[in-house]
């Protein structure tokens, strides 16, 4: 097994984990478990193949699926046992956005040798298994969470894209990226770095309009 497919696996298990603790919050049966766990898994995944127009990489490979099933087992009859199910769940996205920006970004690079291509999968593959996990699950979104998020994405698959433009080794392109948006992601969820938040203002008379 090489090294990126190995990386890939686990990007799905964090995720497909975080899918599973949703399903545990809400108390759902193993079949709601196996649900979220490859909704959230695969789905980054399954966006991406379909924008770029390739075989969906969970059809030609159904290990991915097969991964995602166990990990909902697991949590099913082990969840019980962690304490603050929520912050885990939080922590472990965090993970697997800083795995799936990277592997979005080189497949993105691989299929269309674009930089700005590359950059915009790998933001993609990170965030969309997460919203919908959210969406389903009935979770307050971690897009509207006020810490840094997408931009945590867009840094890890930046900063892969930007290494692979200088032809650096592989691996070392792989983990400044992962260890970038991770390092993003962590910071925000540790000491709440976010942007200045938009800030409504009285709106104007008509007649006060040029």
Not at 148 to 169: K, N, R, S
Request: proline share 5%; charged share 15%.
């Amino acid at each position: 097994m090489s090294a990126i497919t190995f990386i890939d696996y686990a990007g799905v298990a964090v995720f497909a984990a975080t899918g599973a603790l949703a399903a545990s919050r809400k108390q759902l049966d193993i079949v709601g478990f196996i649900f979220l766990a490859a909704v959230t898994g695969i789905g980054g995944g399954t966006f991406r193949d379909l924008i770029l127009g390739v075989p969906v990489f969970w059809v030609a490979n159904r290990d991915y699926v097969l991964i995602c099933t166990v990990v909902a087992l697991v949590v099913f009859f082990g969840a019980h046992r962690v304490e603050s199910r929520y912050k885990l769940l939080l922590w472990l996205d965090a993970i697997g956005l800083a795995v799936f920006a990277v592997i979005g970004a080189a497949k993105g690079m691989a299929i269309t040798g674009s930089p700005a291509v590359s950059i915009i999968m790998g933001m993609l593959t990170a965030c969309f298994g997460g919203i919908l996990r959210d969406l389903l699950a009935g979770e307050p979104s971690v897009l509207l969470r006020p810490e840094i998020y997408v931009t945590a994405a867009i840094i890890g698959a930046g900063i892969y894209t930007g290494c692979e433009l200088l032809h650096l080794p592989g691996p070392v392109s792989y983990l400044s990226g992962v260890f970038a948006a991770f390092a993003v992601r962590g910071g925000a969820l540790k000491f709440g770095w976010s942007f200045q938040p938009y800030r409504s203002r009285p709106g104007r008379r008509p007649e006060d309009i040029p």
